[in-house]
């Protein structure tokens, strides 16, 4: 008698953690007859522990292709180091950082760059302390590793200090030599300090279609509040990350 869905899950779980079916652009499970055969039991069977591992985000079903095994080992995404000045004064823009601490190469063409004016919501109204309503820029990134998109990121600015700076402009890529924070110091609006907070949500579907997210797989989102040293706000973020691309790495000092 052959095994359950939930044995043979089990079984290709460990296969796919010890690497008998690569984690890489090529890697796929066998065909469902085949592993019908192999495991004694019924293609039924083998679809219904394919699933179960599509949920657990181990996996995507492609047509054509099969049973694709999802590149497991996450990227690196930083905290304050990615932000450090000595960075970003030099030209190397907040998600290069995180591609070189990962080992991956990178190209400006990575970030794509839609620039509109917009009317405040509630919550950006606040962080830039406008009434909700105020027409503020908003500058929306879809960011890819190579072809896979791994996040997008949405800043919005204050229009009198960004106007006719590379920030409005649509050019995909970063904001010029150093991205955004550059821009800003350039402004005279230098960022100095930063709080990020975190969330995790599972998605909506516009969030899948544009993350190419398999079922199952839920999304960090992030906020970003940027400000000079004397406290004046200068940009506010918002981010939507596929979780099972990123591995978040913080290094502080620990206060007294």
């Given at each position: 008698?052959?095994?359950?869905?939930?044995?043979?899950?089990?079984?290709?779980?460990?296969?796919?953690?010890?690497?008998?079916?690569?984690?890489?652009?090529?890697?796929?499970?066998?065909?469902?007859?085949?592993?019908?055969?192999?495991?004694?039991?019924?293609?039924?069977?083998?679809?219904?522990?394919?699933?179960?591992?599509?949920?657990?985000?181990?996996?995507?079903?492609?047509?054509?292709?099969?049973?694709?095994?999802?590149?497991?080992p996450p990227m690196k995404r930083l905290g304050a180091e990615r932000y450090a000045k000595?960075?970003?004064?030099?030209?190397?823009?907040?998600?290069a950082v995180d591609r070189e601490a990962s080992g991956r190469t990178w190209t400006p063409?990575?970030?794509?760059?839609?620039?509109?004016?917009?009317?405040?919501?509630?919550?950006?109204?606040?962080?830039?302390?406008?009434?909700?309503?105020?027409?503020?820029?908003?500058?929306?990134?879809?960011?890819?590793?190579?072809?896979?998109?791994?996040?997008?990121?949405?800043?919005?600015?204050?229009?009198?200090?960004?106007?006719?700076?590379?920030?409005?402009?649509?050019?995909?890529?970063?904001?010029?030599?150093?991205?955004?924070?550059?821009?800003?110091?350039?402004?005279?609006?230098?960022?100095?300090?930063?709080?990020?907070?975190?969330?995790?949500?599972?998605?909506?579907?516009?969030?899948?279609?544009?993350?190419?997210?398999?079922?199952?797989?839920?999304?960090?989102?992030?906020?970003?509040?940027?400000?000079t040293k004397d406290g004046l706000v200068v940009e506010f973020a918002r981010g939507i990350?596929?979780?099972?691309?990123?591995?978040?790495?913080?290094?502080?000092?620990?206060?007294?």
């Open positions: 008698m052959g095994i359950g869905y939930r044995e043979l899950a089990n079984v290709l779980r460990l296969r796919i953690e010890d690497g008998t079916y690569p984690h890489d652009e090529n890697g796929t499970l066998p065909k469902h007859e085949e592993l019908a055969e192999e495991f004694a039991v019924n293609v039924k069977t083998v679809r219904q522990a394919v699933r179960l591992l599509e949920a657990e985000g181990l996996v995507t079903v492609v047509r054509r292709r099969g049973t694709v095994v999802r590149s497991r000595s960075k970003w004064k030099y030209g190397l823009v907040a998600f063409g990575d970030q794509t760059n839609k620039i509109r004016q917009v009317s405040a919501d509630a919550e950006v109204a606040e962080a830039l302390d406008l009434p909700v309503g105020a027409p503020v820029y908003e500058r929306a990134r879809l960011v890819k590793d190579g072809t896979t998109p791994t996040h997008t990121l949405t800043s919005y600015y204050r229009p009198d200090q960004v106007e006719g700076t590379p920030l409005v402009n649509p050019t995909p890529g970063p904001a010029g030599h150093g991205g955004g924070f550059a821009v800003l110091t350039l402004q005279g609006f230098e960022p100095d300090a930063m709080t990020e907070s975190l969330h995790a949500r599972m998605p909506t579907p516009d969030e899948v279609e544009q993350l190419q997210l398999p079922v199952g797989e839920p999304v960090v989102v992030l906020k970003r509040l940027t400000s990350h596929s979780a099972a691309h990123f591995e978040w790495s913080y290094t502080f000092k620990i206060p007294d």
